[in-house]
């Protein structure tokens, strides 16, 4: 064999080990990098829950104020309406 045929089958030979040891490397980042992000999916779900439960009182709270809102407005337009049956005299009694 010639020295460049010796030296091309060497480097083929260190190539091909650092191509299998970079193949072993790159399949562990892969194999953590799914635990990791099956970590950080359940995270999100976790977050997820928790802000729908803490939604919940802000939203019915919500829904009072838009109650009492709404009833203050009929009170009031009610109140209006009765002052004005006194004014023009049309109320009951007298």
């Known amino acids: 064999m010639e020295l460049s045929q010796s030296v091309l089958l060497a480097v083929v030979i260190v190539l091909t080990i650092f191509l299998v040891v970079l193949g072993f490397q790159v399949f562990y980042?892969?194999?953590d990098l799914r635990k990791t992000?099956?970590?950080l999916n359940?995270?999100?779900d976790d977050a997820d829950s928790?802000?729908?439960e803490v939604k919940k009182p802000?939203?019915?709270a919500g829904t009072i104020l838009s109650g009492l809102t709404t009833g203050a407005t009929i009170a009031h337009?009610?109140?209006r309406g009765d002052k004005k049956g006194d004014k023009?005299?049309?109320r009951e009694g007298k």
Do not use: A, M, Y
């Open 29 to 31: 980042v892969l194999r």
């Open 77 to 79: 337009l009610l109140n």
């Open 58 to 60: 802000i939203e019915k």
């Open 88 to 90: 023009d005299g049309k």
């Open 42 to 44: 359940r995270l999100f």
């Open 37 to 39: 992000l099956g970590r």
């Open 50 to 52: 928790l802000v729908s």
